[in-house]
């Protein structure tokens, strides 16, 4: 029986048979793994004829199923994605409009406002904002905000099914007309299934044809005009000759004046061993506000808001005027010369320049001279500051007057019992008066500084109380420069201060 061959009936179990334990292949011998070959069968029955060959071991050493039928494939399961997960940010786009009717107006009937429609994927909600015209005084933006919107009475919301183009969509009453739909939204559409319709143009407003036809025929006379300006001021360009006292040595540039956009460009006139990079350009060709002190605030807001660009008033060809002072960006220029074409020019078109002396270098020298000769002097004022504050009313300061550029810097004189050290208030600059026009601004002279006197230093208020000595010989020197009120009080200053010394 036993040799029989292992087919459906030629064996028989031993019903009586209780032990099923299958004998152990693997064993440890001094630490290692080895394998042995049992000599017992299932349930501890004899098998003396168990042994297997030199090749049947070597089969089994060398036996890699992998080689013969490949490397188990472990299909791993698929992970579940939440809608909200897999449709995050996936939006569908449609383009449309909704006609609104106006009542009572002879101009128009109805409006055409655009609109975008925009669907979320993730949650089926729906949002639509209104493209805003510029100007329109009307509540334009975000017209409905994202939410389910239901489509029926039964409060069944709107599906993506439920969109097409050329069609329409009723929320809330108004009638929306989707037209047409970026291109995600229209290949989305279409690997769903959907067929899209063909797009359609969103009509034009009537009433926006007829304010842009208005105003194409008011400005069109003023464009006529200005081209007509433009080719005849191109290439025309005015030259002057300037000159600024930069502390201890007098500069020289060349002053472009571009007359098609009165654009300034500055070009420094070099000479060996000035001491200065070699750098063509001082200015490079832009736009001059007049007033350079503007707030840092109204630049910004050039790009924001066309009435504040309005309101900044540039320097033009008109503001050039040979024998005067110009300030371009807090540097004073005076100009003392100009080429032929600018000379002709300006007395034929603009007759606003003077005619100019043919000794102009000698004006400039002169200049020089002055300046050299002032170089060192400077008059010392000893002032208050006026302010309701009780504790600004203590401080002291001292106002020096540079006679070589009329410049003027204020220093802080310490206080008694701080420990302090004398600081400055304010850096040397031309300060120009208060009630002076932006414009044409007038700076203040030494004649302006006497004793009682109120100056005011950009919205800084002080009262001259006391001055040294050296200015009274200034005076003294130079009364022709000074009216009889400023000569007598500094006169009469002195003479109370002597006799409040002398008791």
């Known amino acids: 029986m036993e040799n029989l061959p292992l087919l459906p009936g030629n064996r028989f179990s ?6 099923f334990i299958v004998p152990r292949t693997l064993s440890f011998k001094n630490g290692h793994r080895i394998i042995r070959v049992p000599r017992f069968g299932i349930g501890q029955t004899y098998k003396p004829d168990i042994c297997l060959t030199e090749d049947e071991r070597q089969l089994l050493d060398n036996f890699q199923p992998e080689l013969i039928y490949g490397k188990v494939r472990v299909q791993e399961p698929r992970k579940f994605v939440p809608a909200t997960l897999f449709y995050d940010k996936k939006i569908l786009r449609f383009y449309g409009y909704f006609k609104q009717i106006i009542h009572e107006s002879p101009l128009e009937s109805y409006r055409i406002r655009q609109v975008i429609i925009y669907y979320y994927l993730e949650d089926d909600t729906i949002a639509i904002y209104e ?5 329109s005084a009307l509540n334009q933006g975000m017209r409905i905000r994202r939410h389910r919107i239901s489509k029926n009475d039964q409060n069944e919301p709107y599906n993506w099914r439920d969109l097409n183009l050329r069609q329409n969509l009723i ?16 290949e989305w559409l279409e690997s769903e299934g959907i067929e899209l319709q ?41 030259r002057f000759y300037a000159m600024f006292n930069n502390q201890d040595h007098f500069r020289k540039f060349i002053i472009h004046v571009y007359l098609i956009d009165n654009t300034i460009e500055i070009r ?4 060996n061993n000035n001491g200065y990079d070699p750098l063509p350009i001082y200015l490079h060709r832009q736009l001059v506000p007049k007033d350079s002190t503007y707030n840092i605030k109204s630049f910004v807001n050039l790009f924001l808001d066309q009435r504040e660009q309005n309101k900044i008033s540039y320097i033009k060809a008109n503001d050039f005027i040979l024998g ?3 300030t371009i960006f807090n540097h004073i220029f005076f100009l003392y010369d100009c080429d032929k074409f600018t000379r002709d020019f300006c007395q034929l078109d603009i007759n606003r320049l003077p005619s100019i002396s043919p000794h102009s270098e000698d004006k400039t020298k002169n200049i020089v001279r002055k300046s050299k000769e002032n170089e060192q002097r400077v008059l010392r004022y000893e002032a208050i500051l006026e302010s309701s504050n009780e504790d600004d009313r203590c401080r002291r300061f001292l106002i020096v007057y540079r006679l070589a550029d009329d410049f003027i810097s204020v220093y802080e004189k310490p206080i008694d019992g701080y420990g302090c050290l004398t600081r400055k208030f304010l850096e040397r600059v031309r300060i120009p008066k208060p009630d002076s026009h932006p414009d044409a601004p007038i700076y203040y002279q030494p004649n302006d500084f006497y004793i009682g006197a109120h100056v005011e230093f950009y919205k800084h208020r002080f009262k001259i109380i006391d001055a040294d000595r050296c ?20 006169r009469n200053h002195i003479c109370s201060t002597e006799k409040q010394k002398s008791n």
């Open 131 to 135: 493209i805003p015209y510029k100007n």
């Open 171 to 186: 929320i809330y009453g108004t009638i929306y007309r989707i037209c047409d739909c970026d291109q995600f939204t229209r």
């Open 268 to 271: 420094e006139i070099h000479r």
């Open 324 to 326: 005067q002072h110009i």
């Open 198 to 238: 063909c797009s359609e143009s969103i009509p034009s407003d009537p009433y926006m044809l007829k304010l842009m036809e208005k105003n194409q025929n008011k400005f069109k006379d003023i464009l006529i005009e200005k081209k007509v300006m433009d080719k005849k001021m191109d290439g025309k360009i005015l």
């Open 14 to 19: 031993d019903v009586t048979r209780t032990n």
């Open 471 to 490: 200015v009274l010989k200034f005076i003294e020197e130079n009364q022709e420069q000074f009216s009889q009120h400023v000569i007598d009080s500094f």
